[in-house]
């Protein structure tokens, strides 16, 4: 027999929920190999360019794989466009305007929508769960598009 729960049981049930949730211990981002590196081979540092801008990312001592891959020493590229990295802690999070996420082990993305003007672009690694590669493995490259 289903019997009615008051709606204000069922928020407080919920609250409780969520508040046990965030007491549980998170486990700590993936560790970086020694000398893990990744750098933007373009657009140059200081360039100005014309759009769609290609933007080409070369990773060492991390090897570069899709997001679903757990394997220890491997991660997957994450742009931040115009926009400051997350906290080294938090979870990168997806469908945000300027964080692309290169899940699939791209090395590769197309800028197709930058308007003219000075633009900053972040590379940062990732683990399987979309946090940042401890110590960071990131590069910044600042580029202009002209009109």
Known sequence: MWRRIPMRCWIAGLALTSAAAALLPRSAPAQ?????TVK???PARGATVSGPVKVTLVASGVEIVPATDERPGTGHHHLFVDRDVTPVDDTMPR???GIIHLGRGQTEFVLDS???GPHRVIAVVGDSKHRPLQPLVA???RFTVKD
């Open 32 to 36: 970086a190999g020694k000398g893990a």
């Open 40 to 42: 933007i081979t373009a």
């Open 95 to 97: 469908g945000v305007t």
């Open 114 to 116: 930058l308007k003219p």
């Open 139 to 141: 590069d910044t490259v």
